[in-house]
């Protein structure tokens, strides 16, 4: 994958010199760091360039885009190949998800490392590497990489090039609780955690100090310490007690809980990549994309917009999962489906979903989908509940594909768009899938 970066690096400056750029990137916090790095290497490659950030890749957004100018995908591009191929200009892809076939048209330059059958690296990471190359004074830029990994939840299988990255980075690396921000007071990220539930102590003061005291930990004269700042045998004792009050009870519950505490150096500060990863895709699901694009590039008036944004967006997910725990939903054995229409923005609903599958309440295996309304189309956002059961990608494209819809992502992580009008052909025919393939298992 090196050798084609150095190509499409050579390819890129010869074009350049008689075009000028258009990068488009993916809304989601590895397609926003992804920008940043990309955007950062191109100014200091003095090269002419302008960004966007979008949902996704539509046919008709594809067919609109100019061919008076290099066209650059991060993040996305894989799936639309058969669409780029018809574009009178020449088209540089960046990216990490399934390719919609293995023959790259001619106009086509590919980074994907789905092509050379080795390791998973997110948009983010590939980026990094095409900066690294180019220049090693980018190499400042592997902490965005560091968030971008995070941001994609690649975090768990370190391969030989993320270890590098991150050695690039200066990484902080401190086993613990998958709780964020790990630089927070403990009592205060427990009360308002979104990255996992317990029941009785998410959103409850009195059932998160009850559950402080059980296990041992107490106040300093400056309040309660942060996981950062924990011991060993602290952490071993918090999760111990969260154990004790988890519903479904498993040896790989303990598992899931625990893992890398990733803690870098962001605006000279020290953070939790969860938690930065966490502000810069809240700022893009409530429509601000440009916001976290300038936050990630140093902008100190854009992180105070962005901590904002993020505090809305925290109260619009509360508001979500309320909405979600009353309402009515198709279930079924190992399946859940959850049709909110126009009472959740179509931004959040893949984050609800993610919430919802690390959830106790529903065990390994489980297929949670979520709808929502987006103008004339509905956007699903598909998950799996743990990493064993059916790849929700097949189960959307075998539901979306008879309704000339679009999909995409990963076995464990799937989104479509579906044409309004289709809502509930759509809903009966996955529902259908769901039980049939579950007979077969």
């Known amino acids: 994958m090196l050798e084609q970066i150095k190509l499409a690096i050579e390819n890129l400056d010869n074009l350049s010199k008689t075009k000028p750029i258009k990068v488009i990137s993916h809304n ?13 290497a191109l100014q200091r490659w003095n090269k002419r360039f302008s960004i966007e950030i979008v949902k996704n890749l539509e046919k008709d957004y594809i067919k609109e885009l100019p061919e008076d100018c290099i066209l650059i995908f991060l993040d996305l591009g894989s799936g639309s190949l058969p669409e780029l191929a018809e574009k009178k200009t020449e088209v540089f892809i960046l990216d990490h998800h399934e390719l919609a076939s293995r023959e790259i ?11 050379y059958g080795k390791e998973n690296i997110s948009g983010a990471g590939i980026c990094y590497l095409f900066a690294k190359q180019l220049s090693s004074g980018n190499y400042d830029l592997a902490t965005l990489a560091t968030i971008g990994m995070v941001g994609d939840q690649m975090e768990k299988e370190l391969t030989k090039t993320y270890q590098e990255i991150l050695q690039d980075a200066d990484v902080t690396i401190k086993k613990g609780l998958l709780l964020y921000p790990a630089t927070r007071p403990i009592d205060k990220v427990l009360e308002y955690s979104s990255s996992l539930y ?22 300093t004269q400056h309040g309660y310490k942060s996981l950062a700042e924990f011991t060993e045998e602290e952490m071993s004792n918090l999760i111990t007690a969260i154990m004790l009050r988890k519903i479904h009870k498993s040896p790989e519950d303990a598992e899931k809980m625990v893992g890398n505490l990733y803690l870098i150096k962001f605006f000279n500060k020290l953070e939790d990549a969860r938690e930065i990863s966490a502000l ?10 440009e916001i976290a694009l300038s936050f990630c590039l140093g902008n100190k008036e854009s992180r105070k917009k962005a901590e904002k944004i993020y505090l809305n967006y925290k109260q619009n997910i509360a508001a979500a999962l309320r909405y979600i725990n009353e309402m009515e939903k198709i279930e079924g054995k190992n399946y859940t489906i959850i049709n909110a229409q ?6 959040i609903i893949g984050t609800t979903a993610s919430i919802m599958s690390h959830s106790p309440l529903y065990p390994e295996g ?13 956007k699903v956002s598909a998950r799996l509940v743990g990493k064993k059961g059916r790849n929700v990608r097949e189960v959307l494209t075998k539901a979306t594909v008879p309704l000339k819809g679009e999909v995409g992502g990963h076995p464990g992580a799937a989104g479509c768009l579906i044409s309004k009008e289709h809502e509930q052909t759509f809903t009966q025919t996955l529902q259908s899938i769901l039980e049939v393939d579950l007979v077969k298992i």
């Not at 590895?30 to 950062?40: E, L, Q, V």
């Not at 102590?201 to 107490?218: K, P």
Request: hydrophobic fraction near 40%; glycine fraction near 6%.
């Open 342 to 347: 126009d009472k959740i923005k179509d931004t």
């Open 280 to 289: 810069i895709n809240a700022c893009s699901r409530m429509d601000s994309p």
């Open 198 to 219: 317990i029941p009785g102590i998410t959103g409850s003061f009195a059932g998160t100090i009850a559950l402080l005291r059980d296990a041992g930990l107490q106040k």
């Open 366 to 378: 489980t297929i949670i989908i979520a709808m929502a309304y987006n103008q004339d189309k509905i």
């Open 105 to 115: 048209p001619k106009n086509i330059t590919m980074i994907n490392p789905q092509l």
């Open 28 to 40: 989601d916090t590895d397609g926003i760091t992804s920008a940043s790095i990309f955007s950062r």
